[in-house]
């Protein structure tokens, strides 16, 4: 197993030692180290919800911050935002105006023939 990286031995498909981590001496939980999704749950729990903000604090990959945001969301660890909560279109309100208005022929055709 000398000389060979972690890497190459898991294409080969070889296990490394116990503990084997790639030499970061960091747990690691599937693709990520348990110190960033430590990290990436006290952040938000501080209310930075954003990836790239995340990413930039932890010098991570924008992409990688919102995986591991979408991995504690699954595993009931962190709330969904507020924003994914208020997915409702904004122009509803808006919509439903309109058509009560229309409804009763208070609305005016924006076009005159």
Known sequence: MLGRSMTQ??????????GDNGGSGKRRTG?????????VKYLVEKGITRSSEIARRLD????TANNIKRILRERGLIEPSKRAESKEPKSKGIIERILAKKKQGKLRRATTG
Do not use: L, M
């Not at 693709?31 to 990290?39: F, G, K, L, M, R």
């Not at 991570?60 to 992409?63: A, H, V």
């Open 9 to 18: 031995r898991r294409r080969k498909g070889e296990k490394g030692e116990a």
């Open 60 to 63: 991570i990959s924008p992409f």
């Open 31 to 39: 693709a990520y180290s348990e110190d960033t999704i430590a990290a």
